[in-house]
């Protein structure tokens, strides 16, 4: 295929520069654990269409992700958003869409303390599942009253979603995202991969350009901490002026960071990929 034109290759190469920028400032957080969340902005992502689904089944296959965005860096708090670092365990997240779906695989890398996966809660929406080692996400699509989802994912895999309108106080529990679900574990590192459609997020598709706010953690019990992707710069998960920015392009060179874990030995070293458009 060929790239697009400069200004929108430029805007896709400023995406991946902008989370290099962010993960070299997060390490200056890890050292000196100084207040980060005035140092750092958040990201914006361009999410590529796909032109194949990926085959949800849990496990990463050669080529299936290929042109969704991916990103790591992820971020862990210290009691509050003054005191945050890069996480010492991280998390991958790989999204993309199609004409009829969304789609998210999540590769989270244990630690050597993480010897047994917490699973507890079984049955679809049972709130136990926030004493589970899991993985939330939240997107918030263009609404005339603001509107944003959230979803976790446990590793067994049982799934919790919810609604929430926050200016007038609706939390809609009977919301359900509609998600086909598959995981795998190793002892390094367990996976989420799953599919959603569109419309279960109140919109009937995806227009080329169009922005939404997304949130990608990692919920981690213990030493570990919750993570999220980019800097924390509100208190809770729920507040969606936390949540970072996704643009939707139908044909547009996606960009994936998938490794930051060499700046934990002082080395700024950022393994990543782009796939060139299909046009």
């Known amino acids: 295929g060929k790239f697009m034109d400069g200004h929108e290759l430029g805007r896709t190469a400023c995406a991946g520069l902008l989370w290099v920028l962010i993960f070299v400032g997060a390490s200056a957080a890890l050292e000196a654990e100084e207040p980060a969340a005035e140092l750092m902005p958040l990201p914006e992502a361009v999410v590529v269409k796909t032109p194949k689904p990926p085959v949800i089944d849990g496990k990463i296959d050669d080529g299936e992700w290929d042109f969704a965005t991916a990103g790591t860096g992820f971020m862990a708090k210290r009691f509050s958003i003054e005191k945050q670092i890069l996480a010492r365990n991280q998390t991958v997240f790989w999204f993309t869409y199609d004409d009829k779906n969304l789609y998210v695989c999540i590769k989270n890398y244990r630690g050597a303390d993480q010897t047994v996966l917490r699973k507890g809660a079984r049955d679809p929406d049972w709130v136990n599942i926030v004493f589970d080692d899991s993985n939330e996400i939240w997107f918030t699509p263009p609404a005339a009253m603001p509107t944003t989802y959230q979803t976790l994912f446990n590793s ?3 799934v919790y979603d919810v609604m929430l309108i926050p200016s007038i ?20 590192y367990w996976i989420v991969e799953a599919a959603a459609p569109i419309a279960s997020f109140g919109v009937e598709g995806i227009k080329d350009g169009d922005t939404w706010k997304a949130l990608f953690t990692a919920d981690v019990l213990g030493s570990s901490s919750f993570r999220r992707w980019g800097p924390w710069v509100t208190h809770a998960f729920k507040e969606m002026a936390g949540h970072d920015i996704v643009r939707f392009k139908e044909n547009a060179p996606a960009v994936q960071m ?12 950022f393994p990543m990929a782009v796939t060139a458009p299909l046009k």
């Open 258 to 269: 998938l490794d930051v874990e060499n700046v934990m030995t002082g080395k700024a070293e």
């Open 156 to 158: 067994y895999p049982a």
């Open 169 to 188: 106080g609706h939390i809609g529990k009977g919301w359900e995202g509609k998600w086909k679900i598959a995981c795998s574990e190793t002892r390094e």
